[in-house]
């Protein structure tokens, strides 16, 4: 009976994780000199019983897809080590119980 136009509370409680790993991402990155051309993430969200027996959003999959330009492109390792500590910085991930994961996508680089 929702309107299918609409955001749930579901999507965004993953989009809220999603945009905050972004945000920390893209101040990572810039700190340390590397220009972000565009950033997608197919983030997705699994509803489960936790365990008190309620439903609630087990997990958080991030799937961001990163591409850069300029003369600084990042290793594989280093953009690993960006997600790593957005993942740690953000306030959103650290406030819930959801099991939050990062599953970069990599471009060619």
């Not at 609409?6 to 994780?17: G, N, R, S």
Request: aromatic share 10%.
């Amino acid at each position: 009976m929702s309107d299918e136009a609409a955001v749930d509370p579901e999507e965004a409680f993953v989009l809220a994780l999603a945009r905050c790993h972004m945000l920390w991402f893209l101040t990572i990155a810039a700190k340390r000199h590397f220009c972000v051309d565009r950033y997608f993430d197919a983030a997705t969200g699994i509803m489960g019983t936790n365990g008190e027996g309620q439903m609630a959003m087990s997990e958080v999959t991030l799937k961001p897809e990163v591409k850069f330009f300029g003369e600084r492109i990042p290793s594989k390792e280093q953009i690993d080590q960006m997600h790593l500590e957005a993942h740690e910085e953000c306030f959103i991930a650290n406030s819930v119980k959801t099991d939050v994961r990062c599953e970069p996508v990599y471009i060619a680089l």
